[in-house]
């Protein structure tokens, strides 16, 4: 029962033909052919998606820029408004207590004061330009406008209740 | 088995504890002193804790505690700091140029601390050991976000207290930055400072000339005659003061434990105080200014105010007040007592109060007041 495996195969004639002396260089070559044509293919398909994932990176980054400058702009418009309407109160409460302030030397004093806070806004400003998205800067240049509109406030409020005083005592004891 | 269950656990707290908090020693430096050595700090943002030097040496030390912070995020916040020291010529110069502002500070504490006005405010009497523990409290670490929530829902309870569960809840990452200057006691030291936190232990005996612009100055005591402190745009509290010259411009929020033998001046400033000592001269313009308690022997305090809002409790001692000046409204118990007259502008002593010789005599209080109101509760 036990054979040798070769002597079963020797019986195909497949197996008993010489193969040419230069099978070697034709498979080498068939091989090389195929290669280089699925090699074109994918190189050709590489190019495509390294140019589309470029393209869409290159949009992607390009829309977030714009929105981020975008977003900048916004953001320092916002704080012209917010300046531009405190600036606008202020110089109103400024002639509303000029109007009923008699003492140069308390309107002097409240000039010093005001001229002194714009300086510190001035500074704080430059800090703003070079870093537009810190909102620390921002909530501390709108503290700088509030503190300008709230001391012109309180003083016109000293005043105006120190002459109502006045005045009802001077009505009730004449 | 259970000694290995509690191995593990010991290991897993131990690498917790490390992973939590990690301190960084970022600047180390000492300076050798004599009585002629003088030292100037230029500070810019941060915060700086002032003590006394056991020795005749100057030191400087500046590390940061990270919680909870990812280590590839460590580099840059240690980066920041950028302390320089020198001495030249027996004079120490040190300049810290980090790169933390402190911007935010001053936007909080307006928020926080708006100007009194009269329509609004109530006021009570506070002793002097309450006055010491506002300072106290305010002098402990806390989130500044916490204070912002708890003032902006101050009238809204439940949704205050809904966000600051929401934000205790957070794991949250913290830089803690230490900067110590512990200087000599002879050492004559000059702070000049910008939007800075600057804490002054209580043992600081040096003379210090300091300028705080923005910000907020925490000190335990300002013991020394040659004192001259002047800060502007900030928060200021101190427990106590002893000497010296203090000049406090646009202080939202002043507060002084005890104050004695010193030279105010003030504008544009909220200020209160728990106990005034001896001899203390006071002038001012456009203030709020608060006098909770007299000492028993207060003996002379003189006050020289312009359109300001001048409010003291009675004294349960006896004392005489002398006020002079024009244009002012004294209000006794909420009622108005007297209002002097405007026509000539000319000062006059308009309002008196007279021993009654009955008690202990504690002193006399002498008001120069011009545009103002003296409220007496």
Do not use: C
Request: proline fraction near 1%.
């Amino acid at each position: 029962m036990k054979q040798d495996i070769r002597d079963l195969f020797r019986k195909y004639e497949v197996f008993n033909n010489k193969l040419p002396d230069t099978h070697k260089q034709e498979f080498y070559d068939k091989l090389k052919g195929f290669n280089s044509k699925t090699n074109k293919q994918l190189n050709y398909k590489n190019i495509y998606r390294l140019a589309a994932t470029l393209l869409l990176f290159f949009a992607v980054g390009y829309f977030m820029l714009q929105g981020n400058l975008k977003n900048q702009s916004e953001l320092v418009e916002q704080i012209e408004t917010i300046e531009q309407e405190y600036l606008l109160n202020i110089n109103k409460e400024w002639h509303n207590f000029l109007t009923i302030a008699k003492d140069e030397k308390l309107v002097k004093r409240y000039k010093k004061r005001l001229e002194d806070l714009n300086k510190d806004y001035q500074e704080i400003s430059e800090q703003f330009k070079v870093d537009t998205n810190n909102i620390l800067i921002v909530e501390t240049l709108i503290e700088n406008l509030n503190t300008r509109l709230q001391l012109l406030k309180d003083i016109q409020e000293h005043i105006t209740l120190l002459n109502q005083e006045n005045e009802y005592y001077e009505n009730t004891t004449i | 088995m259970k000694t290995l269950q509690f191995k593990l656990w010991l290991l897993i707290f131990f690498t917790s504890i490390a992973l939590i908090a990690q301190t960084e020693n970022i600047y180390s430096k000492s300076f050798k002193t004599n009585a002629a050595t003088t030292a100037l700090l230029k500070l810019s943002g941060g915060s700086v804790e002032i003590q006394s030097s056991l020795d005749d040496k100057l030191y400087v030390e500046y590390n940061v505690d990270f919680e909870n912070y990812p280590n590839r995020k460590k580099k840059a916040v240690i980066e920041k700091v950028q302390v320089e020291a020198k001495m030249t010529d027996n004079h120490i110069t040190l300049v810290d140029k980090s790169k933390f502002y402190n911007y935010r500070l001053n936007s909080i504490f307006g928020i926080l601390y708006r100007k009194d006005t009269l329509k609004e405010k109530t006021y009570i009497q506070k002793s002097k050991a309450l006055i010491l523990s506002e300072i106290k409290d305010a002098s402990l670490t806390k989130s500044f976000y916490i204070e912002y929530l708890k003032h902006k829902y101050r009238n809204d309870i439940k949704k205050r207290d809904e966000l600051i569960n929401k934000y205790n809840r957070k794991k949250k990452r913290r830089v803690i930055k230490n900067f110590i200057i512990k200087v000599p006691k002879h050492l004559d030291l000059t702070i000049d400072a910008k939007y800075t936190i600057i804490s002054i232990k209580s043992d600081l005996k040096s003379k210090l000339s300091l300028r705080l612009d923005g910000g907020k100055l925490m000190s335990q005591s300002l013991n020394n005659q040659g004192n001259v402190i002047k800060v502007k745009d900030a928060v200021f509290m101190a427990e106590s003061i002893d000497g010296g010259e203090l000049s406090l411009n646009n202080v939202k929020k002043g507060l002084i434990g005890r104050i004695n033998n010193v030279k105010l001046s003030t504008e544009f400033s909220n200020l209160e105080i728990g106990d005034l000592q001896k001899n203390n001269r006071f002038t001012g313009f456009s203030n709020s200014l608060v006098i909770h308690n007299f000492s028993d022997n207060f003996n002379e305090f003189n006050l020289l105010s312009e359109y300001s809002k001048i409010h003291y409790f009675k004294l349960n001692t006896d004392y005489v007040l002398n006020a002079y000046g024009f244009n002012t409204v004294v209000n006794v118990d909420n009622n108005i007592e007297k209002i002097t007259p405007t026509k000539n502008g000319e000062k006059t002593e308009f309002f008196k109060i007279k021993s009654s010789g009955k008690g202990l005599f504690s002193g006399t209080i002498n008001f120069d007041i011009t545009h103002g109101f003296i409220f007496i509760h």
